[in-house]
């Protein structure tokens, strides 16, 4: 087993209450309160000027808006991802520009508060950096980002652009510097230089990454931000070399509005088409939740207003109505707003809703189950169900072996393929890193991406088409894996699925180890079949039914033919493969109301419900042809062809009066005279007589 280490706070996060409504940190509140209060300004103070007709202030606010939602769903569900808090970042210093214009922050200063205008400068020569670290990290990681000189520099330039504008701003008060006037008609150059050198930085960083992109996705991402960026970039760096070109360009302003506009358009394309940030689905639950609550609340207000107007002949409420009205609607809004959500999942996100359905109903279904293969198939499909996903495959360790094991598949209902028979060593799974962390993780995920599986891991993987691994997690320790391979329709598993998908591994985690434990005590560890015991308690309980009810079985011994040979040429390690092996063909022949069981050594006991002396001959001949019939690959050596002899009794109203021990040695009788009929055959008991024959001579 493996030490499971717990989630990261950026998972934790990315989880929902368990009343279904998402998390929002207080920081995101906060910052959804600033926004607000930016667009709000902005909005006033575009109304009220000049001509407002012109559009440019509804291009800004639109940017703004984009800005504001995008940064605040990232801020609110993943606090500690570096691609969202510099989303933020940026969002931050763009609207601050947006809404503190440079003649306002003349107007200011020309007021006398050159303080305050040094301090609305700082977003404009704040903006620059924190617009080239977040190119840095579009799609992922770039590596001059990892490189601390990187940003460190641009953030140390424009601190000190900054502070040596607000010395210079302030320092005519003082008798030194060359004047304010200088300085505030130098600072719009100083702010174009600096916004062109980083326009230049980042349509580098993000063809760079796009060349360097190794996964489809990836390239359409950088590739969409660029788009975006680049008529910015031109923008900005030919107003750095040409300033007066531009300023007699007709509609300058509204021109600039649209380049500014045109970025956050980008990141919403990328992050909603293309999965940046892992925020789309997010994003896209956000707006929605957002459209549908707000309408929903709105019609509830009015309705309740209307209400009042009809029953008091009033055509506006009284103040105390109002207030009450106010309060009453406060109650309402978060039962309201939580069947809101409900619904807006059900209809718009059915993969979300099936999983977290199957969240709350998990357990007691996989109670019902009581063997490891119940519980592991119905969680696979399940799984495989809820996420609409190509298949589920659910392996669990075996300690002794060292390998995991599959013990359920689920596959979808058109596929002609046959279940998968995926094994896993231990000792690979351990020397991957992403399986080494205990948290449910894609493909795709940053951990993963650039850290090959292990060949063997490699190999097994790559032709179930397995998009997300989900380690089964029990007291720390792993005890089993669910694959589940690529999305067939809808929204892919993202980061908030990859939250519930642990919790469900937790929930089943107890389940399949007690049904582990159990099987310890009834199942063979090598071969995986019931223990002698578990065949000799079945078949007292047959032998009683049939008493009563006088429903005819068989029962059989099967012994593997020249085993010996197999250990002393090939070694006992192949014998053991050759067990496995012979079990797992043995098994997968028997009807499923049939028991098949190791009862000792090489040796097979059967159990065939509802099968008189011909019924019981068919099906032992088919185990016998079925064995006989594919060669057995052994572990370094040649494959070998392995036969089995079966001895069957069929037990009838006349053998009611036996003990199922007297059932036993007429099976073993049957299985000697298969013996020394020259092997490889079936031989049956039909209830001639009890005694077996005498040991014939050597």
Known sequence: MIARQPPPAAEADSRRSPSGA???????????????????????????????????FLFELAAIAIYGGLSVVALARRPSDP????????????????????????????????????????????GFPAFVQLAALVPKRHPLADRPAFLRVHVLLGIALWSACALLLAGGDF?????????????????????????????????????????GFERRQAVAVLA???????????????????ATLPRRALIEAIAVLLVPLAFSIAILGFRLFDLGILVRRSVIFALTGGAVVGLVFFAVVGAGRLAGGRATPGPWALALLLVGAGALFHPLLRSVATVHDRWFFPEKHALERLERALIPELAARGDTDGIAAHLAHRLREALNVSLAVVLIEDEEAGIYR????????????????????????ESWAPARLGRPFRRTDPEARGLRPPPQIAA???????????????????????????????????????????????????????????????????????????FEQQLAVELERCRRHYRPFAIGLADLDDFKLVND???????????????????????????????????????????????ARTLGERLVRNLAELPMSVEGGRPLRLTVSVGL??????????????????ADAALYRAKRSGKNRVEIDAGEGDAPPAPPSA
């Open 83 to 126: 691609g969202a808090r510099a989303l933020f970042a940026t969002a931050i210093v763009v609207s601050l520009t947006i809404v503190m214009p440079v003649r306002r922050l003349v107007e200011i200063g020309g007021g006398g508060g050159r303080l305050l205008e040094a301090l609305g400068w700082l977003p404009f020569l704040a």
């Open 649 to 666: 009794v069929a037990v009838g109203e006349r053998d009611l009066d036996q003990s199922a021990e007297a059932l036993l040695r007429r």
């Open 460 to 534: 097994a993987l790559a032709p179930l088409e397995v998009e997300t691994v989900v380690p089964i997690c029990l007291n720390e320790q792993r005890v089993g894996l669910v694959l589940l391979g690529r999305p067939l329709a809808g929204s892919p598993i993202d980061r908030e699925d990859l939250g519930r998908l642990e919790v469900i591994a937790q929930a089943g985690a107890a389940l399949l180890e007690n049904a582990r434990l159990f099987d310890l005590a009834t199942r063979d560890s090598l071969t995986g079949l019931p223990r002698r015991s578990v």
């Open 228 to 246: 975006g960026v680049v008529p910015w970039s031109a923008f900005m760096v030919a107003s750095a070399l040409a300033p007066g070109s531009l």
């Open 406 to 429: 599959t013990r359920g598949v689920a596959l979808t209902p058109a596929s002609e393929l046959p279940p998968p028979a995926v094994v896993l060593e231990t000792a690979a799974l």
């Open 175 to 215: 008798g030194f510097g060359p004047g304010a006037e200088r300085v505030r008609a130098a600072l719009p150059r100083v702010n174009v230089i600096a916004y062109g050198w980083a326009a230049l930085w980042i349509v580098g960083l993000l063809a760079d990454a796009s060349r360097r992109a190794a996964a």
């Open 22 to 56: 998402p998390r929002w940190s207080p920081p995101a509140s906060w910052a959804l309160a600033f926004f607000l209060a930016l667009a709000s300004t902005h909005l006033a103070s575009g109304l009220a000027g000049p001509d407002p007709v012109e559009g440019v």
């Open 569 to 615: 040429e090939r070694g006992h390690l192949a014998g053991d493969g050759v067990l496995r092996e012979a079990a797992r063909r043995l098994a997968l022949d028997r009807r499923s109301v049939d028991l098949v069981c190791r009862y000792g050594g090489e040796e097979f006991g059967l159990l065939l419900l509802d099968s008189d002396a011909a019924g």
